[in-house]
């Protein structure tokens, strides 16, 4: 049974640093291409970034203007995000997704989420 665990989320204030964690169980970790989602209150899921078994990375979304950093540690089994110079806009629960294949799928396509890992922002 495949298994997602985020970890890492907290209360933050304006232009400080996050690191999210999450650690994989019962996939191939190394052969997976993984990502990261968010939600915010009442809006959509929206797909952050994908990183595949090779360490390609797919932008879904430009919101963070080039202040988050997805990376893994196959030996870990473990994705990371580090979120740069937070702002409040960046509050959200946010989720990590497990691909199926070697390489980045359109955002639908991920059909395996961890519970998620709150992040909040204060100005």
């Known amino acids: 049974q495949v298994q997602l665990m985020e970890s890492g989320g907290g209360l933050v204030q304006a232009g400080e640093s996050l690191k999210l964690s999450c650690t994989t169980s019962g996939l191939t970790f190394a052969h997976t291409a993984m990502a990261w989602f968010r939600q915010a209150p009442g809006k959509g899921r929206e797909g952050l970034q994908c990183i595949s078994w090779n360490d390609g990375v797919d932008h879904y979304s430009h919101s963070d203007q080039g202040r988050f950093t997805i990376s893994r540690d196959n030996a870990k089994n473990t994705v990371y995000l580090q979120m740069d110079n937070l702002a409040p806009g960046d509050s959200a629960m946010y989720y990590c997704?497990?691909?199926?294949?070697?390489?980045?799928?359109?955002?639908?396509?991920?059909?395996?989420w961890g519970r998620g890992t709150q992040v909040t922002v204060s100005s």
């Open positions: 997704a497990a691909g199926t294949s070697y390489f980045c799928p359109a955002p639908s396509a991920f059909s395996t």
